[in-house]
């Protein structure tokens, strides 16, 4: 059995789909994946599937849905539902537990790569930070629980997901620029631009990755887009830190220090 949640929510056994169809049942399935290991108590799995004004009925709904992902989980598995009740799907006094070991989520095994590669500080084992956060971003298909209605909760969740999708994209960045690979950085740190165009730091690291490629007027070109972005839609100017990169870069005779110590070898 694997649970994803990097992207839509998915659940197989043996290579058979089993997500619950029902919107409901996903729902409280994705938020008991979401918070796996972990109780999430009855009145909070109420509220995301009924907001502030739930039907009196809404407890008992619950325990029909969490009884139907029990039997679900019983099939595909070949056990019972008593056998899913203690092992797999807990009642736990007010509340319900999914029980996962790191090898039947994705979650785990992302947020182990992402750490093994941040140990990695030297410019020497820059590549192999690359190649980790690599494999960690490739787990990812698409956009946290977008095939699954979002309460409140689950929201919350999505985005957690997503910043932590984001932080990896920018390390994995950071590497490529301290492994000298620019053009790929300048690749990957695109597509980050478009995807989040208020995002100072991935403005910046598309800056200093083509600064790096010898590109100085695109790099400059994307200062100025940036700038104007926000002073038209926002009505504020770019951070000290992201002026300070940009005035460096005007510069005939830039400070190397400074570039160095901003990512950039040139």
């Known amino acids: 059995m694997h649970f994803r949640l990097l992207g839509p929510l998915d659940v197989h056994v043996r290579g058979c789909d089993i997500t619950p169809t029902a919107p409901k049942q996903r729902q409280i399935l994705a938020l008991l994946t979401a918070r796996a290991n972990r109780r999430v108590s009855a009145p909070a799995l109420v509220s995301e599937v009924w907001g502030c004004e739930p039907p009196r009925t809404s407890t008992t709904a619950l325990q029909t849905y969490i009884g139907a ?7 595909a598995t070949g056990t019972t539902v008593r056998d899913i009740t203690a092992r797999r799907l807990i009642t736990d006094g007010n509340g319900y537990l999914l029980r996962l070991a790191d090898d039947e989520w994705d979650r785990p095994a992302f947020d182990r790569l992402v750490l093994q590669a941040r140990t990695l500080r030297s410019d020497a084992e820059a590549p192999q930070a690359a190649e980790l956060l690599g494999r960690a971003l490739e787990m990812w298909r698409g956009v946290p629980f977008c095939n699954v209605p979002q309460g409140s909760s689950l929201t919350v969740q999505a985005r ?6 984001l932080a ?3 390390a994995r960045i950071d590497a490529l620029l301290r492994c000298r690979s620019f053009q790929e950085a300048v690749a990957e740190a695109v597509a980050l631009v478009e995807e989040h165009p208020y995002h100072e730091n991935v403005h910046a690291q598309l800056m200093r990755a083509l600064y790096a490629s010898g590109r100085r007027a695109a ?3 994307v200062y100025h887009l940036l700038s104007r972005r926000m002073s038209h839609d926002l009505g504020i100017t770019p951070s000290p830190a992201t002026r300070t990169l940009q005035h460096v870069m005007l510069q005939d005779r830039p400070d190397q220090r400074y570039l160095a110590a901003s990512g950039v070898t040139v």
């Open 69 to 75: 992902i029990r039997k679900t989980l019983a099939l």
């Open 160 to 165: 957690v997901l997503s910043e932590s999708h």
């Open 168 to 170: 990896a994209c920018e």
């Open 219 to 221: 790099a400059l070109e």
